[in-house]
Structures are given as structure tokens and as C-alpha cells.
């Protein structure tokens, strides 16, 4: 069982910047992939981005150049970087786990089954 907590949200106006982190604890084998997911209002959740356990990464073209996923396995802990902040990144954003498969890590959410309870982030 892994617990997640996220923090870093906030309100900033667009071209802005926030850092967003995922602190992670139990079972180390449960979060050998980690993954940042968002929710706007009325639409399915989507995958940001997803880093595995040896350091690769992978980001949706909405994100590519503007998101920065990183991990710190020594503090628990995974980043969310995120610069050139749009309107259209307003959502609830969420950390998830799971132990991934021969150290591949998918985007899919239903494979992910260690969630935080999420940090909003509004970009005006």
C-alpha cells in the first residue's frame, strides 16, 4: 500500500510557474512508476506526465517542453515542474503509482493504483 501527498498548487497568471511535489510513502514496489495526472471540470482525467523508477520519462504534447517530471528517490518524493503556464492547464493535478512491468510505465490511470488526494492549479 502506498500513501501520496500532493502540494505546490496554487493560482498564477499564465506564463507563469509552479512546482508541484508528491511526497511517497510504503511499499517501494508499488510506486516504481509515478505519474502526474489533472482533471479539469467536466472533463476525463488525463495523464501529464510519468517518470519510472530508473529515471525515464515520458509527457503528453500538451506539456512537452513546458513540464518537467523528476524524482528523488532518496527523499520520496517526485516534482512536477511546470513553466509557461496556460489557462488550459487549470485543473485538479494528481500523483499516482503503480509497479509498472520490466520497468516500462504506462499512461493509462486505471493502471495506477496509488492516488494522492490532489492540488489544484488555476492559471488566469
Known amino acids: 500500500h502506498v500513501q501520496l501527498v500532493e502540494s505546490g498548487g496554487g493560482s498564477v497568471q499564465a506564463g507563469g510557474s509552479l512546482r508541484l511535489s508528491c511526497a511517497a510513502s510504503?511499499?517501494?514496489?508499488?510506486?516504481?512508476?509515478m505519474g502526474w495526472f489533472r482533471q479539469a471540470p467536466g472533463k476525463e482525467r488525463e495523464g501529464v506526465a510519468r517518470?519510472?523508477?530508473?529515471?525515464?520519462?515520458s509527457y503528453a504534447d500538451s506539456v512537452k517542453g513546458r513540464f518537467t517530471i523528476s524524482r528523488d528517490n532518496a527523499k520520496n518524493t517526485v516534482y512536477l515542474q511546470m513553466n509557461t503556464l496556460k489557462p488550459e492547464d487549470t485543473a485538479m493535478y494528481y500523483c499516482?503509482?503503480?509497479?509498472?512491468?520490466?520497468?516500462?510505465?504506462?499512461?493509462?490511470?486505471?493502471?495506477?493504483?496509488?492516488w494522492g488526494q490532489g492540488t489544484q492549479v488555476t492559471v488566469s
Open positions: 517518470i519510472s523508477d530508473s529515471g525515464g520519462t
Open positions: 510504503g511499499y517501494t514496489y508499488s510506486r516504481k512508476c
Open positions: 499516482a503509482a503503480y509497479s509498472g512491468s520490466n520497468g516500462y510505465c504506462v499512461s493509462q490511470p486505471g493502471a495506477y493504483n496509488g
